[in-house]
């Protein structure tokens, strides 16, 4: 900054000076302690984020192909950084060989049975990604060497765009002249333009006017069938009211036979009640032979007869009341 | 006119140099050179200190929302912390803050250096004088390059801080995501090459403008060009640093 000096002293070239500052030399040390401290303090805060002071172990993550995977980047696990892609090499047998610094804080969530995926979306970076399924399984070891299985959009558009070309020569053959579809079209056509004949749809249906003309005049026929078969049952249903006139009508079959039976009821009735008075008869006869043994035992086993015979009697005419439905109902239900 | 520009860009770069090992040697700081570069110091930063911050913090807060709700719409919210982090604080911010500098300090010392030199030379220019002046002028653009260093860096931690706000609000919780983003951005020789422009930028600001004035004429009638063509001098060299480190970063 200096030169060699001429002869004569130098004329003072001065420039105006920085204005004064009252305690100019505090304010540029406290801005100066300020800057270091900024600078030191991010520089720390730097080294902390890049995970520095963390106690950390290793895993190696082995790829058919590291493309995307950058130094620095996060493994993942549900969504979480657990973490950081430390270097990349190509390995001895031509894999890409990821090693990997996870804090022993999250060394947690990976263990032994954990599955590890490289993921590459079309927008975005790739992803590092860990699964876990079952946390309760052994720790990851330290410096544990897996495999990352590989979720690759891009790779999935080769087949894709395979699919979609014969998906487009199947419409190409589909949309064709001599195409099935086609075909089917011109028979919709034929078949539309026989439903606008005279016949209607059943001309078409049928495939000529000729056999649409035949199918009418039969349905004629069986209209006409059906004309007569409904004079038929009316004629049957006349003789069937006039049948169940005869039977069951007023001094109808049913009827005859209904007071045949209240006769019979009255007989057997009249029949039981001079049995009971044989019955009271006997009974007298008994008290007043009640001193002679044997006769007595003659009379109590004739007394046992009568009674047999007069409940047997009495069982008949239940039974007759039972039987005989027109003894309990005398209404005749017609389906 | 080029055997011009080359002979100026050289002097601009020797005049460079010797400040710089001037500044690096403790030497220099004579209390007299002390309180020159203390005095400078508070013009050039001290003074601006808090308008600076709000400058930042503003600019920072508009640019961390416009961003985050940008990489929300296209779904890459992760990426929006680094897209400012790489945009702001390591472009732009430094640029801002060396431009600022240079026309508030530099242009204006550039200029006093011309009227001088137009004033010696009325009286017929002496080598000592120059040298004299040379020595007058080491503080303060010293004081000018460690203006730009600081309140670059001050400038740099609030936009962190408030880009911090814009995203988490004032929730603890988002300092995990926070850190792991500024180490996954700040790899050792981003953070070197940084520190670097950042040095280059300071230089250049306490430089160029003095020595831009030093080798213009010494004619009054050269006066009023040697501020503009100073910093224009000045732009030129801080978007040649700026598009070196740019190419050595992304290229």
């Known amino acids: 900054m200096t030169g060699p000096e001429p002869a004569g002293p130098p004329r003072e070239p001065a420039i105006a000076p920085v204005p004064e500052t009252r305690h100019a030399e505090f304010k540029a040390t406290v801005l100066l302690v300020l800057f270091a401290a900024t600078v030191i303090g991010f520089v720390l805060y730097v080294l902390y984020a890049r995970g520095v002071f963390e106690s950390t172990q290793k895993l190696v ?11 620095g980047m996060d493994l993942t696990f549900s969504g979480f950084p657990v973490g950081r892609v430390q270097r990349i090499e190509l390995a001895a047998d031509g894999k890409a060989r990821i090693e990997i610094d996870v804090p022993r804080k999250d060394a947690k969530w990976l263990r032994a049975s954990s599955v590890f995926t490289l993921e590459r979306s079309l927008v975005g970076g790739a992803r590092l990604r860990a699964f876990t399924g079952n946390l309760e399984d052994k720790p990851l070891p330290e410096g544990a060497v897996r495999q990352v299985l590989r979720g690759d959009a891009t790779e999935e558009l080769p087949g894709l765009i395979a699919t979609m070309k014969r998906l487009l020569e199947n419409l190409e053959r589909m949309s064709g002249e001599d195409s099935s579809l086609n075909a089917s079209l011109a028979n919709v056509r034929r078949l539309t333009d026989r439903m606008n004949g005279p016949h209607g749809a ?54 005859e036979a209904r007071k045949v039976a209240v006769q019979l009821n009255a007989v057997l009735v009249d029949a039981r009640e001079s049995l009971r008075k044989v019955d009271a008869v ?11 043994t044997a006769a007595t035992e003659d009379l109590a086993s004739l007394r046992a007869e009568v009674e047999a015979s007069l409940r047997r009697v009495s069982l008949l005419i239940d039974d007759v009341s039972r039987r005989w439905p027109f003894g309990r109902d005398t209404e005749v239900k017609l389906p | 006119m080029a055997l011009s520009a080359v002979a100026s860009a050289w002097r601009g770069l020797r005049f460079g140099g010797e400040a710089l090992a001037a500044a690096l040697s403790p030497a220099t700081y004579t209390p007299a050179v002390r309180s020159a570069v203390a005095r400078q110091v508070c013009a050039s930063a001290w003074d601006v200190l808090p308008g600076v911050v709000l400058v930042c913090g503003l600019l920072s807060y508009v640019v961390i929302r416009i961003v985050a709700e940008t990489a929300r719409d296209y779904g890459l919210s992760a990426y929006a912390l680094d897209i400012f ?29 011309a009227m001088m030199l137009a004033r010696v030379g009325a009286q017929g220019t002496r080598q000592a004088d120059v040298s004299a002046l040379r020595a007058q002028l080491l503080p303060r653009g010293i004081g000018n390059a460690v ?33 792991r983003a500024i180490g996954q951005v700040f790899e050792p020789l981003l953070l070197a090459g940084f520190a670097l422009k950042v040095s280059l930028f300071a230089l250049a600001v306490g430089a160029i403008p003095v020595a831009t004035s030093l080798g213009s004429g010494h004619e009054l009638r050269d006066v009023p060009q040697a501020a503009p063509r100073g910093l224009v001098r000045l732009f030129v060299g801080l978007a040649l640093v700026e598009t070196i480190a740019l190419a050595a970063k992304y290229v």
């Not at chain 1, 209209?223 to 001094?251: H, M, P, Q, V, Y």
């Not at chain 1, 006997?282 to 002679?292: G, H, P, V």
């Not at chain 2, 300090?105 to 250096?113: D, F, I, N, Q, R």
């Open chain 1, 61 to 71: 993550l082995m790829a058919d192909d590291g493309a995307g995977v950058t130094v």
């Open chain 1, 202 to 255: 059943l001309g078409g249906i049928l495939g000529s006017e000729e056999s649409a003309g035949k199918v009418i005049v039969a349905i004629d026929r069986a209209n006409a069938l059906l004309a007569s078969l409904d004079g038929l049952s009316g004629k049957l249903e006349r003789t069937l009211a006039r049948a169940d006139e005869k039977i069951l009508g007023a001094d109808g079959m049913v009827d």
């Open chain 1, 282 to 292: 006997l009974a007298d006869a008994q008290k007043i032979s009640a001193s002679t």
């Open chain 2, 85 to 113: 982090v790489r945009s702001l604080v390591l472009e732009l911010i430094p640029l801002f803050i060396s431009l600022f500098v240079a026309l508030r300090s530099g242009a204006a010392l550039g200029t006093e250096v």
């Open chain 2, 147 to 179: 203006a730009v260093m600081a309140l670059t860096a001050i400038g740099g931690v609030v936009a962190l801080a408030v880009a911090y706000v814009g995203l988490y609000g004032f929730s603890p919780w988002g300092h995990p995501a926070f850190s």
